[in-house]
């Protein structure tokens, strides 16, 4: 069953403002990943947090977790027309085995030149 | 992190046709996945691929419509047997990387008439 509720399905900015995107998950985890598409490519890992972490950068990137909201955000700074993709968030949930992943339905990022 | 060659990259069938999708990895994995993403939905897993034994089947998905072979540790196939429109979607395969990340291929489009 579906695990991540991405929010929002579909983003759009102009080039340079910041975009925040945001997944609700149900169940426990192990760990919560972002993941970007770009249109008719597979998928791109950008960045993990493990359930005991609340915040994690990686470049212009940043994600939180809220386990108690069960709920993580990413930020992406200073976007550029090249971070025009989906992004997902996926999610390693507690008992299941390592890469058995969950993912959402993703959020739809237009950056605007 | 690892390379996956997946092919074809997208393929037009008949109804009531089979159609058999490669995918290579550049590395040595463990594990490999196969996925399905309906258009604008999140990605479904269809089952887990370790080398050396049976696939293992999520549930709503069966070994006769959706085979898969796994020979050695870089390379497997998924075979969508006995096509239908309802089949069409995009096909993922994916490896597990370190540190519980995946790695994609870049999918096959498949359209069923």
């Known amino acids: 069953s579906q695990q991540g509720e991405e929010d929002p399905q579909a983003l759009s900015i102009q080039e340079g403002e910041n975009a925040t995107m945001n997944c609700s998950y149900k169940t426990s985890i192990n760990n919560l990943q972002w993941y970007r598409q770009n249109s008719g490519r597979g998928l791109v890992h950008l960045i993990l947090?493990?359930?005991?972490?609340r915040e994690k950068h990686s470049g212009r990137l940043r994600v939180t977790l809220d386990t108690s909201k069960k709920s993580s955000s990413l930020l992406i700074t200073a976007s550029r027309a090249a971070d025009t993709a989906s992004y997902f968030c996926a999610t390693g949930n507690s008992g299941a085995g390592s890469y058995q992943l969950t993912f959402g339905k993703g959020t739809k990022l237009s950056v605007i030149p | 992190s690892a390379v996956i060659s997946q092919k074809p990259s997208r393929d037009i069938c008949q109804r009531g046709t089979s159609l058999t999708i490669q995918c290579q990895v550049d590395s040595q994995v463990t594990m490999m996945f196969w996925y399905r993403q309906q258009p604008g939905q999140s990605l479904t897993l269809i089952a887990t691929a370790n080398q050396g034994s049976e696939a293992t089947y999520e549930s709503g998905f069966v070994i006769d419509k959706f085979p898969i072979s796994r020979p050695n540790l870089t390379f497997s196939t998924l075979t969508v047997s006995n096509m239908s429109p309802e089949d069409s979607s995009i096909y993922l395969c994916?490896?597990?990387?370190?540190?519980?990340?995946?790695?994609f291929g870049s999918g096959t489009q498949l359209s069923v008439l």
């Open positions: 947090i493990r359930s005991n972490e």
């Open positions: 994916s490896a597990a990387g370190a540190n519980e990340k995946l790695f």
